[in-house]
């Protein structure tokens, strides 16, 4: 792998909903036009850690996910922005194995954590994916609506639920006042279709009962 990975700082707001929760009407969100048709995305990860636990104890994940737009390695942090993502492409052979980081992920992780990597947990999600759009088309927003089915790999507990998330895009308020605002405003229309705030910040941390 030689590619220069790509970097992202995503600010989102995750929700937990029941199997039969309605979807919201996003339309009615201040500033979207328009909404695109759902498209269906079969997503599969898998996330790796120290026997210790480094990465975790450093508010850094670690995965490798094959599916969607955003297929490859991805090296997650928390910061007090939103979570900093890097994403480096597979390589062709490396999708269908098992999930061994390249050198340019034990690099970009050396401060936090030195490898043996080996697998934390596998996140399968049927996602149905929807573009919130303004009036010149610019994407304010992506809503997604995930089923999950996950597997705490050491403890050899699964566990599925349904959770949505709000991504802001490029075309979302630039000022953090104007983000807060449109997501009270989100929080509204998910708790009147029968929704609430997520009680867990990572589909990670769901899985492995934290």
């Known amino acids: ?32 036009a328009s909404v695109d048709a759902p498209e269906v995305r079969e997503l599969d990860a898998r996330y790796l850690d120290t ?4 990465l ?24 007090p922005a939103g979570k900093a993502e890097s994403r480096w492409p597979l390589d062709e052979a490396d999708a269908g194995t098992e999930p061994v980081p390249p050198a340019e992920i034990v690099a970009a992780l050396a401060e936090v954590a030195a490898p043996p990597f080996t697998v934390l ?16 088309g610019g994407l304010v927003a992506e ?16 566990s599925s639920w349904r959770e949505w998330e709000l991504e802001l895009g490029p075309a979302a308020p630039a ?9 009270a405003r ?6 009147a279709a029968g929704g609430r ?9 769901r899985a492995l009962g934290l």
């Open 56 to 79: 975790g104890r450093a508010r850094v994940a670690l995965r490798r996910r094959v599916g969607g737009p955003d297929e490859g390695w991805h090296i997650k942090r928390v910061t």
């Open 186 to 191: 989100a929080d509204d229309l998910v708790r």
């Open 197 to 205: 705030v997520a009680a867990s910040g990572s589909k990670l941390g």
């Open 143 to 158: 809503f997604v609506d995930d089923r999950v089915t996950a597997t705490d790999e050491r403890a050899g507990r699964e």
């Open 121 to 136: 947990a596998r996140i399968r999600n049927s996602r149905t994916a929807y573009a919130l759009r303004d009036g010149g």
């Open 175 to 183: 000022d953090e006042r104007s983000r807060d605002d449109l997501f």
């Open 51 to 54: 026997s210790d636990g480094a």
């Open 1 to 32: 792998m030689t590619t220069e990975p790509e970097h992202s700082l995503e600010i989102e707001r995750k929700y937990d909903v029941d199997e039969d929760t309605p979807l919201p009407d996003w339309a009615a969100l201040p500033g979207i």
